[in-house]
Protein backbone atom coordinates (compact mmCIF):
# COMPACT_ATOMS: atom_id res chain seq x y z
CA UNK A 1 0.00 0.00 0.00
CA UNK A 2 1.35 3.54 -0.90
CA UNK A 3 2.01 5.88 2.31
CA UNK A 4 0.27 9.05 2.50
CA UNK A 5 1.64 11.88 0.14
CA UNK A 6 3.00 15.07 0.90
CA UNK A 7 2.63 18.92 0.58
CA UNK A 8 5.52 20.89 -0.88
CA UNK A 9 4.95 24.20 0.08
CA UNK A 10 7.46 26.54 -2.28
CA UNK A 11 8.02 29.56 -0.30
CA UNK A 12 10.15 33.10 -1.06
CA UNK A 13 9.73 36.55 -1.48
CA UNK A 14 7.75 38.39 -4.44
CA UNK A 15 9.36 38.38 -7.52
CA UNK A 16 11.74 35.36 -6.91
CA UNK A 17 10.86 33.46 -9.88
CA UNK A 18 8.39 30.39 -7.65
CA UNK A 19 5.75 30.59 -10.24
CA UNK A 20 8.49 30.47 -13.32
CA UNK A 21 9.87 27.24 -11.35
CA UNK A 22 6.71 25.66 -10.29
CA UNK A 23 5.97 26.12 -14.08
CA UNK A 24 9.06 24.21 -15.30
CA UNK A 25 8.46 21.57 -12.81
CA UNK A 26 4.69 20.77 -14.05
CA UNK A 27 6.30 20.85 -17.58
CA UNK A 28 9.39 18.04 -16.50
CA UNK A 29 6.86 16.31 -14.69
CA UNK A 30 3.63 16.17 -16.96
CA UNK A 31 3.93 12.79 -17.98
CA UNK A 32 5.02 11.25 -14.47
CA UNK A 33 2.33 10.20 -11.84
CA UNK A 34 1.97 10.99 -8.77
CA UNK A 35 2.48 14.55 -8.83
CA UNK A 36 0.03 17.53 -8.63
CA UNK A 37 0.59 20.96 -8.96
CA UNK A 38 -2.29 23.20 -7.01
CA UNK A 39 -3.56 26.25 -7.97
CA UNK A 40 -3.89 28.76 -4.61
CA UNK A 41 -6.94 31.03 -4.55
CA UNK A 42 -6.07 34.60 -4.08
CA UNK A 43 -8.37 37.46 -3.55
CA UNK A 44 -6.37 39.79 -6.30
CA UNK A 45 -7.18 39.79 -9.72
CA UNK A 46 -5.11 37.68 -12.72
CA UNK A 47 -1.92 39.43 -13.78
CA UNK A 48 1.16 38.59 -15.63
CA UNK A 49 3.56 37.86 -12.86
CA UNK A 50 1.37 35.50 -10.53
CA UNK A 51 -0.13 31.64 -11.40
CA UNK A 52 -3.30 31.71 -9.31
CA UNK A 53 -7.19 31.70 -9.33
CA UNK A 54 -9.13 34.54 -8.18
CA UNK A 55 -11.84 34.75 -5.52
CA UNK A 56 -13.28 38.16 -3.95
CA UNK A 57 -13.55 38.55 -0.35
CA UNK A 58 -16.97 37.51 0.21
CA UNK A 59 -16.21 34.11 -1.91
CA UNK A 60 -12.98 33.98 0.70
CA UNK A 61 -15.01 34.79 3.82
CA UNK A 62 -17.77 32.18 3.09
CA UNK A 63 -15.00 29.47 1.97
CA UNK A 64 -13.47 30.26 5.12
CA UNK A 65 -16.43 29.80 7.09
CA UNK A 66 -17.88 27.00 5.80
CA UNK A 67 -14.54 25.04 5.50
CA UNK A 68 -14.54 24.66 1.59
CA UNK A 69 -10.49 25.18 1.97
CA UNK A 70 -7.54 22.61 2.84
CA UNK A 71 -5.84 25.33 4.34
CA UNK A 72 -6.43 29.48 4.32
CA UNK A 73 -4.23 32.45 5.47
CA UNK A 74 -3.63 36.39 5.07
CA UNK A 75 -1.18 37.97 3.64
CA UNK A 76 -0.20 41.48 2.52
CA UNK A 77 -4.09 42.57 3.12
CA UNK A 78 -5.35 39.41 0.61
CA UNK A 79 -6.72 36.21 1.41
CA UNK A 80 -5.22 33.28 -0.09
CA UNK A 81 -6.22 29.47 0.51
CA UNK A 82 -5.46 25.91 -1.29
CA UNK A 83 -8.52 24.35 -2.47
CA UNK A 84 -10.11 21.47 -0.48
CA UNK A 85 -9.12 18.52 -2.96
CA UNK A 86 -5.74 19.42 -2.05
CA UNK A 87 -6.43 16.88 1.23
CA UNK A 88 -7.63 14.19 -1.19
CA UNK A 89 -4.42 14.25 -3.62
CA UNK A 90 -1.82 14.12 -0.40
CA UNK A 91 -4.69 11.08 1.72
CA UNK A 92 -3.78 10.00 -1.84
CA UNK A 93 -0.25 9.37 -1.77
CA UNK A 94 0.42 12.51 -4.11
CA UNK A 95 3.22 14.73 -4.14
CA UNK A 96 1.45 18.04 -4.35
CA UNK A 97 3.11 21.05 -4.73
CA UNK A 98 2.03 24.70 -4.37
CA UNK A 99 2.80 28.50 -3.99
CA UNK A 100 2.85 29.06 -0.08
CA UNK A 101 3.39 31.56 2.13
CA UNK A 102 6.38 31.62 5.13
CA UNK A 103 3.71 32.89 7.66
CA UNK A 104 1.32 30.02 7.04
CA UNK A 105 3.59 26.71 7.15
CA UNK A 106 2.79 26.43 10.82
CA UNK A 107 -1.13 26.52 9.72
CA UNK A 108 0.20 23.58 6.96
CA UNK A 109 1.73 21.57 9.18
CA UNK A 110 -1.18 21.56 11.47
CA UNK A 111 -3.82 20.09 8.41
CA UNK A 112 -1.10 18.17 6.68
CA UNK A 113 0.90 15.28 7.90
CA UNK A 114 3.82 16.04 6.12
CA UNK A 115 5.04 19.26 4.80
CA UNK A 116 8.24 20.15 3.10
CA UNK A 117 9.53 23.34 2.73
CA UNK A 118 11.25 24.58 -0.87
CA UNK A 119 12.73 28.00 -0.30
CA UNK A 120 13.07 30.14 -3.20
CA UNK A 121 15.68 33.02 -3.21
CA UNK A 122 17.76 35.39 -5.05
CA UNK A 123 20.41 37.93 -4.64
CA UNK A 124 18.64 41.15 -3.25
CA UNK A 125 19.78 43.17 -7.05
CA UNK A 126 18.06 40.47 -9.08
CA UNK A 127 14.72 40.40 -6.64
CA UNK A 128 15.09 44.46 -6.76
CA UNK A 129 15.24 44.38 -10.35
CA UNK A 130 12.57 42.16 -10.82
CA UNK A 131 10.27 43.56 -8.65
CA UNK A 132 10.76 46.96 -10.20
CA UNK A 133 10.15 45.56 -13.64
CA UNK A 134 6.61 44.53 -12.26
CA UNK A 135 5.35 48.04 -11.78
CA UNK A 136 3.45 47.78 -8.58
CA UNK A 137 6.14 49.28 -5.89
CA UNK A 138 8.22 52.43 -5.64
CA UNK A 139 12.34 52.41 -5.03
CA UNK A 140 11.43 52.64 -1.19
CA UNK A 141 9.13 50.15 -1.23
CA UNK A 142 11.31 47.89 -2.98
CA UNK A 143 14.15 48.76 -0.66
CA UNK A 144 11.76 47.98 2.40
CA UNK A 145 10.39 44.57 1.13
CA UNK A 146 14.08 43.46 0.69
CA UNK A 147 14.77 44.47 4.43
CA UNK A 148 11.63 42.91 5.56
CA UNK A 149 12.75 39.59 3.59
CA UNK A 150 16.13 39.19 5.01
CA UNK A 151 14.40 38.91 8.44
CA UNK A 152 11.68 36.68 7.17
CA UNK A 153 14.25 34.04 5.16
CA UNK A 154 16.17 33.80 8.63
CA UNK A 155 12.74 32.65 10.14
CA UNK A 156 12.14 29.79 8.54
CA UNK A 157 14.01 26.24 7.90
CA UNK A 158 13.32 24.76 4.36
CA UNK A 159 13.91 21.26 3.80
CA UNK A 160 15.64 22.99 0.41
CA UNK A 161 16.94 25.95 -0.57
CA UNK A 162 17.30 27.02 -4.46
CA UNK A 163 18.82 30.48 -5.65
CA UNK A 164 17.07 31.54 -8.79
CA UNK A 165 19.62 33.32 -10.35
CA UNK A 166 20.90 30.42 -12.87
CA UNK A 167 19.06 29.65 -16.04
CA UNK A 168 15.87 27.64 -15.71
CA UNK A 169 16.87 24.57 -16.22
CA UNK A 170 19.29 24.72 -13.48
CA UNK A 171 17.43 25.90 -10.67
CA UNK A 172 13.99 24.35 -12.14
CA UNK A 173 16.25 20.75 -12.57
CA UNK A 174 17.15 21.08 -8.82
CA UNK A 175 13.34 21.16 -8.06
CA UNK A 176 12.37 18.49 -10.24
CA UNK A 177 15.25 16.55 -8.66
CA UNK A 178 13.92 17.16 -5.06
CA UNK A 179 10.52 16.21 -6.07
CA UNK A 180 10.96 13.06 -7.67
CA UNK A 181 13.30 11.90 -4.57
CA UNK A 182 10.24 12.89 -2.72
CA UNK A 183 7.80 10.50 -4.89
CA UNK A 184 10.07 7.70 -4.46
CA UNK A 185 10.51 8.03 -0.85
CA UNK A 186 5.90 8.31 -1.36
CA UNK A 187 6.22 4.50 -3.05
CA UNK A 188 8.69 3.16 0.02
Request: aromatic share 6%.
Amino acid sequence: MMSMGVLVAVVGPSGVGKDTLLGYAKAALAGEEGFVFVRRLVTRGENAFEDHDTLDEAAFAHGVETGQFAVCWRAHGLGYALPIDTLDAVEGGAVVICNFSRGAIDAARERFPQVRVVAISAPDAVLAARLAARGRESDDGIAARLAREAICASEIQPDLNIVNDRPIDQAGGELVAYLRGLRVGALA
